[in-house]
């Protein structure tokens, strides 16, 4: 099978869209299928089977915004997606702004099967924009990336229920597929914990944004009883980094600020105490998962706008957003019952097999099938 996979955004494998997309490409390569990659990556221009397109210009303004949230998108080159799309089996659009939606015109010209992911939440969008809480402005987005790119599509592919309901509720039903994006195989290895410090760790992975929230976590060590022996480790990067730095340092929190390779967070998983995750706004987690997997009860977010509240196994897993005080009495429980962590880890040993990255790929690999099935009339297994 050739499959075209049109990205809007790839880059580096430092946030959970750029790794949802590139495990996919590698596993269908690793199956034996031909992947063809069109992104606005520079340094992968000449490297077989990707087609590079310019980076899109918005003005000062727009490009200012999007480069301080460290985003650079791609302009739609007709001729290249021609190149890319023609001869392909099935062509898979990762994101819905402008270069996918100049893909799903290019693959209907050509009369291909097309699936698409669901990677960005209206959120994620507006939150650039100062606009994350207006109602309105998520569901006008929502109703453009349906309009543009969804409505077209033989197959979708939604991360999480959740996300599908939102979605489907705001705009159309559609063709979908519920497929977690999965954990990689290396996070359920056994692997030898190191201490990170000698105080009780707190660690929380994520993209150093507005949406992620991690200053209420900041806020509530500052309230914490044991605020003298706690130290967060925030594993990521982002625009908000310097003022976090800035609130840290004012409440007189132990926090480290660090983006670590695939090796350096499993250490970092297997040696900490506590994983919260504070975003609220959330497609899937899967640092989240990952934590889980490696052994850390985790402490989330109730955000009606994020996933990841239904990884809780109980009021023991949960905070109330943007609530710091509720968050340290959360974070003052784990520290003072040590001796609860084996019962609840044992409890998500139950719930971890469902997101194994191999098995999620397999249903992947199949949705694309069935997408090609659907398009050509043939009945689906």
């Not at 063709?175 to 914990?193: D, Q, T």
């Not at 009883?225 to 609130?247: H, T």
Request: charged residues 30%; proline residues 3%; aromatic residues 10%.
């Amino acid at each position: 099978m050739i499959v075209t996979v049109i990205c809007d955004v790839l880059g580096k494998k430092n946030n959970g869209t750029t790794l949802a997309i590139s495990n996919l490409i590698d596993y269908l390569r690793a199956k034996g299928h031909t992947v063809r990659v069109v992104c606005p990556d520079e340094d992968k221009k000449g490297v077989e089977d990707y087609y590079v397109v310019p980076v899109l210009n918005l003005g000062r303004f727009l490009n200012g915004i999007l480069e301080k949230n460290g985003v650079k998108l791609a302009k739609a080159d007709d001729k290249i997606l021609a190149e890319a799309i023609d001869g392909a089996d099935v062509v898979h659009i990762a994101i819905p702004l402008h270069l996918g939606a100049r893909g799903v015109k290019a693959a209907r010209k050509f009369d291909k099967p097309i699936t698409a992911g669901f990677h960005a939440q209206a959120e994620n969008v507006t939150a650039h924009f100062g606009m994350m809480n207006f109602e309105l402005a998520n569901r006008i987005v929502y109703k453009i990336f349906y309009s543009k790119v969804y409505k077209y599509v033989d197959a979708v592919h939604y991360p999480t229920e959740f996300i599908r309901n939102i979605f489907e509720n705001a705009t159309e039903k559609t063709n979908g597929y519920v497929i977690s994006n999965g954990v990689n195989e290396e996070f359920f290895l056994p692997h030898e914990g190191v201490r990170i410090s000698d105080k009780f760790t707190v660690l929380c992975s994520g993209r150093l944004s507005k949406e992620k929230d991690q200053g209420t976590l900041i806020s509530a060590v500052a309230k914490s009883k044991y605020k003298d022996n706690i130290k967060i480790l925030f594993a990521g990067d982002g625009p908000r980094k310097s003022e976090l730095l800035k609130l840290a340092e004012k409440l007189g929190v132990d926090a480290e600020f660090k983006f670590y390779s695939r090796e350096e967070i499993l250490d970092v998983l297997h040696g900490a105490d506590l994983y919260v995750h504070t975003a609220t706004v959330e497609i899937e987690a899967i640092a989240c998962l990952e934590a889980i997997v490696c052994g850390l009860v985790p402490v989330i977010c109730d955000s009606p706008k994020s996933a990841t509240k239904a990884f809780a196994l109980d009021e023991n897993n949960l905070f109330p957003m943007k609530n710091s005080d509720a968050l340290a009495a959360k974070i003052d429980f784990w520290y003072e019952n040590e001796e609860l962590k084996g019962e609840y880890l044992k409890r998500y040993k139950q719930m971890i097999g469902a997101f194994d990255q191999k098995e999620c790929m397999e249903k992947m690999e199949k949705m694309l099938f069935d997408a090609i099935d659907v398009h050509n009339g043939n009945e689906k297994d």
